[in-house]
């Protein structure tokens, strides 16, 4: 039985798996959405409060764990310590209140790691990988399934929900400008010109994506691939804020009532970039392949 904590810009998850004969079987998830990339300033430091709810979630996590009698903890953080201007000081916080040694990924390691998780559950041949995370999204380009290409951009659901969007619901001219946002990030990298047709999509907010989408086509809840046109009609239909759309959001996911659209902006600008058609939604990414790599070392990030 191994668990892993993983601190993320909007998110931070507890995840129990049993391992045995080379594949993680998930026990038991947690989750808390205190969202600590709306505790960074201008200056990009993580605040004090942001930091003690941070702390006081993890705490609450490994007195799950130790209730669950599992001797081995691994935590980890993504873009919310590594994207900040005051990392070493927060994880001197963090340790000191929590007795938890904290390892900050970078964000190759943490795209390698996606592609990792994703591919120990679901062989991947060609396509790109993409997370979108709260304070940043990863991508792997990856052939004959092989990577080509990892790396992350500073640009995630709710950095740029606190950025961009001026109420609940992002309107279609702060759509656009996310979008742009993203051309522009992407634009600074020498990444493969070639189409990208099929995406496989990681994380939580792809899988909130897949939620509303399969919730609007009434299709069963272990339906996996998605149609990349789809989810641009439901992001050009719920930036309508509308009553019945704020309504039909809570209902269906309320917990990323604000980081939802932003996430599906990113989304769209991507497949739009790649050409993309299709979204393969994977179950799996960062904390199974954070286990395989760090914990279990069954597999090596280059790979191997």
Wanted: hydrophobic share 40%; net charge neutral; with cysteine.
């Amino acid at each position: 039985m191994y668990s892993v904590i993983d601190i993320g810009s909007n998110t931070i998850r507890l995840s129990v798996y049993e391992a045995g004969g080379g594949a993680l079987k998930p026990i038991f998830r947690e989750k808390s959405h205190i969202g600590l990339a709306g505790y960074v300033s201008s200056e990009g430091r993580l605040s004090r409060l942001g930091l003690e709810r941070a702390a006081e979630v993890i705490c609450q996590f490994c007195a799950i764990v130790h209730r669950l009698s599992i001797p081995s903890l691994a935590v980890f953080a993504t873009a919310s310590l590594r994207n900040i201007s005051n990392t070493q000081e927060a994880l001197d916080f963090l340790s000191g209140r929590t007795g938890c040694q904290i390892e900050v990924l970078s964000g190759e390691e943490e795209a390698l790691m996606d592609f990792i998780g994703a591919t120990g559950a679901f062989p991947l041949q060609d396509g790109l990988l993409v997370d979108i995370g709260g304070g940043s999204t990863e991508l792997v380009f990856f052939r004959g399934g092989a990577v080509q290409r990892a790396l992350s951009i500073p640009v995630g659901s709710l950095n740029l929900f606190h950025r961009y969007v001026s109420q609940l619901l992002p309107e279609p001219k702060e759509c656009a400008r996310i979008q742009r946002r993203v051309a522009k990030e992407l634009d600074k990298l020498d990444l493969p010109q070639d189409r990208r047709p099929m995406i496989c999509g990681v994380g939580g907010s792809v899988r909130a994506a897949g939620k509303l989408a399969r919730w609007q086509a009434d299709l069963p809840p272990d339906h996996r691939t998605l149609s990349c046109a789809v989810i641009s009609q439901l992001l050009d239909r719920f930036c309508d804020q509308r009553r019945k759309n704020l309504d039909l959001l809570l209902q269906t996911v309320p917990e990323r009532i604000h980081t939802l659209l932003p996430g599906m902006a990113v989304l769209r600008q991507i497949a739009q970039t790649f050409h993309s058609e299709t979204i393969f939604i994977s179950d799996c990414g960062v904390r199974e392949g954070y286990l395989l790599t760090r914990v279990l070392g069954t597999r090596r990030l280059d790979g191997q």
